[in-house]
């Protein structure tokens, strides 16, 4: 199994930035891909970002593309830095990974509002 620990949310306002990060403890040489997804209330869970392993290729929702970015220092640690914050950013943000053997996991999410 693998533990996933977010951290990094909190409260700012528009235009301002947010380093949110995802902590993986468990069985992480199993780690395929890692990704960051966002539910905001009465919305559907969304895809943000994700990142593979080896952390050669990224994929972004359209809605943050060229705000966001998704990195990895290691299958373990992978970050995500937001910029230019908007309204629309706000939600609960989660850590997700999905396995070699396509199990996947999430963390228990850390809440980013924008507001002023």
């Known amino acids: 199994q693998v533990q996933l620990v977010e951290s990094g949310g909190g409260s700012v306002q528009p235009g301002g930035s947010l380093s949110l990060s995802c902590v993986a403890s468990?069985?992480?040489?199993?780690?395929?891909?890692t990704a960051w997804y966002r539910q905001a209330p009465e919305k559907e869970r969304e895809l943000v970002a994700s990142?593979?392993?080896?952390?050669?290729?990224t994929n972004y929702a359209d809605s943050v593309k060229g705000r966001f970015t998704i990195s990895r220092e290691s299958a373990k640690n992978v970050y995500l830095q937001m910029n230019n914050l908007k309204p629309e950013d706000t939600a609960v943000y989660y850590c997700?990974?999905?396995?070699?053997?396509?199990?996947?996991?999430w963390g228990q999410g850390t809440q980013v509002t924008v507001s002023s």
């Open positions: 997700n990974v999905g396995t070699y053997d396509s199990l996947t996991y």
């Open positions: 468990g069985s992480t040489f199993s780690i395929n891909t």
């Open positions: 990142i593979t392993r080896n952390g050669r290729s």
